[in-house]
């Protein structure tokens, strides 16, 4: 019998590479290291030499907009204006790199809250949205139909059965003229789908 091949041993994963740790000034704005470093690349695409210093490197005040695009962050003008009174409050044409991180870091925070905020929105449509299907699914019956798609849609069926659970006496052509404006005039067969639902909640004030 021809001896056996011992199989090969496998070899343990590369110990993963300590994160490193935030600096002072990377805490006291509340941004982590790794986008600390990516607001000293634009900074530094950007920097040109001080005037008061041989080392030391500021941002011009007219590259401040473009610092930020590179991080991601769009402004109005008006904002950008407001944002170059804060960073550069005496008008001296340059912003140091402590004052660039601050308002990089402010401007980036705001835009994660801005994140979380709309998936707490999606998932407030999404609940209402299952509610008005759950409703209309009471009884064993289906009434929150799948579209040419394949994506689940309210429909008239469903609608009726709401007011009916609500004990709402809601005339037909209502209910028609709901879809129709929900769904952009898409046509009452279509129905209204999560999109168009999350748009008719917005309008109506139900989301901030």
Do not use: C, W
Request: charged share 30%; net charge negative.
């Amino acid at each position: 019998m021809p001896p056996s091949r011992s199989r090969p041993t496998k070899r343990p994963p590369p110990p993963s590479e300590p994160q490193p740790k935030p600096s002072a000034l990377a805490l006291q704005n509340n941004i982590s290291a790794s986008t600390e470093r990516s607001i000293h690349e634009a900074f530094t695409l950007f920097a040109t030499p001080s005037s008061s210093s041989t080392t030391e490197k500021t941002l011009p005040s007219t590259s401040l907009s473009p610092a930020l695009k590179a991080l991601g962050l769009k402004s109005r003008k008006r904002s950008i204006q407001d944002l170059l009174d804060a960073a550069d409050p005496d008008d001296s044409g340059s912003i140091p790199y402590e004052t660039f991180l601050a308002v990089a870091a402010l401007k980036l925070n705001a835009q994660s809250s801005n994140d979380d905020n709309e998936d707490e929105k999606a998932a407030e449509i999404e609940e209402a949205f299952q509610l008005f299907l759950g409703e209309g699914r009471k009884g064993g019956r289906k009434t929150g139909e799948d579209d040419d798609e394949g994506e689940e849609v309210i429909t008239m069926q469903t609608l009726k059965r709401v007011a009916k659970v609500l004990k709402e006496d809601v005339d037909e052509k209502v209910l028609r003229d709901m879809i129709l404006e929900a769904n952009g005039g898409a046509g009452v067969r279509k129905g209204v789908g999560r999109r168009e639902f999350g748009e008719v909640m917005r309008r109506a004030g139900v989301l901030k």
